[in-house]
């Protein structure tokens, strides 16, 4: 048996895909320690820079030293026993206020939610249509339902027409799963098509938000916002580990569709509920977050920037702040990373699984905190485009 799982590892070591926890000491203004050297952190979510602001999390502790409330660090129980505390009821009050929406369901990951909500809603007897590229959360998801599953090529929307317009009337209910920003591509979903086609054949649309939420939309409320759809959106689910720079997931939805998840979706009953100084901190961040429209119109001219940088290399990029620098090769994806190392950037090597064979890559994940002279030096260390 150890035999087997040393040639499971020595396969994965010689396939150029071996994996290792790393430690990484966040620091301000972007930057980062990793192996003792100081970095600039183009590796981290935390797209607005949030997590490190020294302003923001004093005004947090000022808030936190007068609510007592707030100064519990465990939960001890699922949210459906004595782990639901008023701050979640608080948050998701919050929530239904910023999207205008019947009902708000908070999870402790978007993992979690993914994992969760489609397994509860479906049965036998529906289907699933999901974009290629979704996230692993949601394919887990998936995979956990009793519903059938058919996946359409990646934004081809002609070939999801065709799909419902074959297999609709033969089940109860279809979803259509989509991203609205995609993690490995950066690229944008067309949220009007797929309304048109969710209402042309009665379908139920389930837009994951994980990486526009905080960075699009007037507000930050997400791609949903920014185009004008989010009423149109039966599941709209996002992250608060992100651009929020907090934890925990949520679902804006209506009133049945919440009250059938508390009682049916497993990733929220069976598990212990988030401590009220997570909540504290979640619920800080999101009544600031339409107030910080500096840190998304400083994410977007870094995004524009880098943008058109890479597409005078040859790079096929979007105007998105998550920009993928092509290898094809894994080989060459780690020794490009490990090069950036040494010129001080923080990037890491994205390959399979995580995304298909031959598309191996560097993804650049810009933040806020970051300035365009930063940029500008990184540029320079970028090879064209050469698969």
């Known amino acids: 048996m150890q035999m087997n799982y040393d040639e499971q ?8 895909l071996m994996r290792t926890l790393r430690a990484v000491e966040p620091q301000e203004s972007g930057s980062c320690y990793f192996q003792g050297q100081k970095m600039l952190n183009l590796a981290s979510n935390d797209y607005l820079g949030l997590a490190n602001d020294k302003a923001l999390k004093q005004a947090f502790i000022q808030q936190f ?3 007592e409330d707030w100064c ?3 939960a001890s129980s699922s949210r459906l026993l004595t782990g639901n505390n008023k701050l979640y009821d608080e948050v998701e009050q919050l929530l239904c206020i910023n999207y205008k929406a019947e009902a708000a369901l908070f999870f402790n990951s978007g993992y979690h939610a993914n994992m ?3 397994p509860a809603l479906t ?5 699933i249509v999901s974009d290629k590229l979704c996230h692993a959360s949601i394919i887990d998801g998936i995979r956990l339902s009793n519903a059938e599953h058919v996946r359409f090529r990646h934004l081809d929307y002609d070939q999801l027409s065709s799909l419902l317009e074959k297999k609709r009337s033969k089940y109860k ?3 259509i799963v989509v991203e609205s920003v995609y993690s490995m591509d950066g690229d944008l979903v067309d949220l009007q098509k797929l309304i048109d086609l969710k209402e042309q054949y009665d379908c139920l649309l389930y837009v994951d938000e994980a990486h526009a939420v905080g960075v699009l939309g007037e507000t930050g409320l997400g791609l949903c916002e920014q185009e004008n759809v989010t009423e149109q959106i039966d599941l709209l689910i996002g992250t608060l580990g992100k651009a929020y720079a907090s934890v925990g997931a949520f679902a804006i939805m209506n009133h049945t569709l919440k009250k059938l998840l508390v009682n049916k979706a497993r990733t929220l009953i069976y598990t212990t509920a988030l401590p009220p100084v997570n909540m504290a901190w979640t619920k800080f961040i999101l009544e600031r977050m339409p107030d910080l429209k500096s840190n998304r119109d400083q994410l ?3 995004s524009a920037y880098m943008q058109t940088a890479l597409l005078s290399k040859g790079y096929d990029v979007h105007n998105s702040h998550i920009m993928p620098v092509m290898t094809g090769s894994n080989k060459v994806a780690v020794q490009l990373s490990e090069h950036l190392h040494k ?3 923080l990037v890491f090597p994205i390959r399979p699984p995580t995304v298909p064979v031959n598309t191996a890559r560097i993804r650049l994940s810009l933040t806020a905190d970051l300035q365009l002279s930063d940029l500008e030096r990184l540029i320079q260390f970028i090879p064209d485009f050469k698969i």
Not at 9 to 16: C, R, S, V
């Open 123 to 127: 049965d036998k007897g529906d289907l």
């Open 65 to 67: 030293e007068t609510n």
């Open 173 to 175: 209910r279809v979803f």
């Open 116 to 118: 969760g909500i489609l």
């Open 9 to 16: 590892l020595m396969k994965i070591d010689e396939a150029g």
């Open 343 to 345: 010129e001080g950037f």
């Open 300 to 302: 977007q001219k870094l």
């Open 72 to 74: 519990n660090f465990g």
